[in-house]
């Protein structure tokens, strides 16, 4: 499993766009990268995974470099209801996968 | 479609005592997960199961916590003796085998 590397903590005003980046230097090369977003009280929710380039859905995008060493996910225009904590998992596994949660990267949306 | 249901979402025990916590995975998940995440931290995996056998226990204090998953589908996480740092919110989750896991609200446990 690859270690992942992000941010402890980022603030943000309603309305703009938040990027989150990730290190994952030691990515393998079949390793994915997941995000997950959780609310306080509640389980962790699955955003978005992606294996290089760009994915997009309606919640976020997620830019991965060629060199797939980071990965950026993307939050446009967010809202007071996207403060949060959000996960970086980059990893696979053979057959069951394993999903192992680093420390997150604590949101605040500031009206 | 119904989600991971978990009981109970709360509890409280003196240090010493047991505890059991009961998780019911969505229809059809082989892949089931419990979690321990103490206040602050991300969730740290404790067993994962692939139907009824575990493919991953390495983090689970095992002289005091067990884990089982009766016919691959229902499965109780228990603790005994408790300590006061099993104070934690305890996570089920479950997945068709991918990256894509959906959690249940968790309990929350409190030891005194």
């Known amino acids: 499993l690859a270690k992942t590397t992000q941010p402890i903590s980022m603030d943000s005003y309603e309305g703009q766009e938040v990027n989150i980046t990730c290190s994952h230097n030691?990515?393998?090369?079949?390793?994915?990268i997941t995000w997950y977003q959780q609310f306080p009280s509640q389980g962790p929710r699955f955003i978005i995974q992606g294996y290089k380039t760009k994915v997009t859905n309606e919640v976020a995008s997620l830019f991965i470099p060629a060199d797939r060493k980071s990965s950026t996910l993307s939050l446009p225009r967010v809202s007071l209801s996207d403060t949060a904590v959000y996960y970086c998992l980059a990893g696979s596994g053979a057959g069951s996968y394993q999903l192992t949660f680093g420390k997150g990267t604590k949101l605040s949306v500031i009206p | 479609e119904a989600g991971v249901a978990q009981s109970p979402r709360y509890k409280i025990i003196e240090k010493r005592q047991s505890v059991a916590f009961w998780c019911n995975p969505i229809s059809g998940h082989a892949t089931l997960y419990w979690y321990q995440q103490i206040l602050g931290q991300g969730p740290k995996l404790l067993i994962q199961f692939q139907n009824n056998g575990v493919v991953d226990d390495s983090q689970l204090p095992k002289d005091r916590f067990s884990a089982e998953r009766l016919k691959g589908v229902d499965s109780t996480l228990k603790i005994q003796p408790a300590k006061l740092e099993d104070s934690a919110v305890y996570l089920c989750?479950?997945?068709?085998?991918?990256?894509?896991?959906?959690f249940g609200q968790g309990t929350r446990l409190t030891v005194v």
């Open positions: 030691n990515i393998a090369t079949n390793d994915y």
């Open positions: 989750a479950s997945s068709l085998g991918g990256r894509k896991a959906f």
